[in-house]
């Protein structure tokens, strides 16, 4: 339970680059008139980006700014939160997390054709064959929140979708 009453729930979509959080994100915004805090452009709205990491080819996070940034936004639910890290949030602020998977050779051609290569594409692909972001969910949240979605193909896009849709109908009904 929510540690101060949400009448909608807030949920987490996480997952590697790749795997289709901001597809799945996309939609489910469409779908049901809910906020789609994209994580990465919030940060670079709200400068939290501090300098570059040579190694991962990309800026560190000021994640303590940006936790400060989206507190207000998460107080009354209605957000769809996508990253692809998730053990810096609050555990307070979601009611639903859902892991997005991809097969790893997929994911393979999405990255390369996102013009991804040599380490940044190794570390992305090693990182969704050990499961590294369905650990770190399931070690930062209730096990009964956290769901994993396989998002292969257009009609698992489609069914993840309405999946989330119906598990958000369910929890306003039980949360009434
Ligand atoms: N279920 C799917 N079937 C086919 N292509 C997909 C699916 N989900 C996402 N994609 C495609 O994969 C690429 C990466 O998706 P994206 O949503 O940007 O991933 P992420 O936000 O996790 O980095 C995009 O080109 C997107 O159109």
């Known amino acids: 339970m929510a540690t101060y009453p949400r009448t909608v729930p807030n949920i987490l979509i996480t997952g590697t680059p790749g795997v289709g959080k901001s ?3 996309r939609l489910l915004a469409e779908r049901i008139k809910f906020s789609w805090r994209e994580v990465s452009k919030l940060a670079e709205e709200h400068n939290c980006l501090d300098e570059y990491d040579p190694e ?3 800026p560190f996070l000021n994640e303590d700014k940006l936790l400060d940034i989206m507190e207000g936004m998460m107080t009354h639910g209605g957000n769809i939160v996508d990253y692809h890290g998730c053990d810096f949030f609050p555990e307070r602020w979601f009611d639903g997390v859902f892991v997005i998977r991809t097969n790893n050779t997929v994911l393979y051609d999405r990255l390369t054709q996102r013009g991804y290569t040599g380490k940044k594409l190794e570390d992305n692909i090693q990182c969704e064959i050990f499961e590294t972001l369905l650990e770190e969910a399931q070690a930062s949240y209730k096990p ?11 009609e698992q896009l489609e069914a993840n979708v309405n999946t989330i849709v119906e598990w958000i109908e369910r929890w306003k009904e039980e949360s009434l």
């Open 144 to 154: 009964e929140i956290v769901k994993e979605l396989q998002n292969d193909t257009t």
């Open 56 to 58: 991962y080819q990309c």
């Open 23 to 25: 597809t799945v994100s």
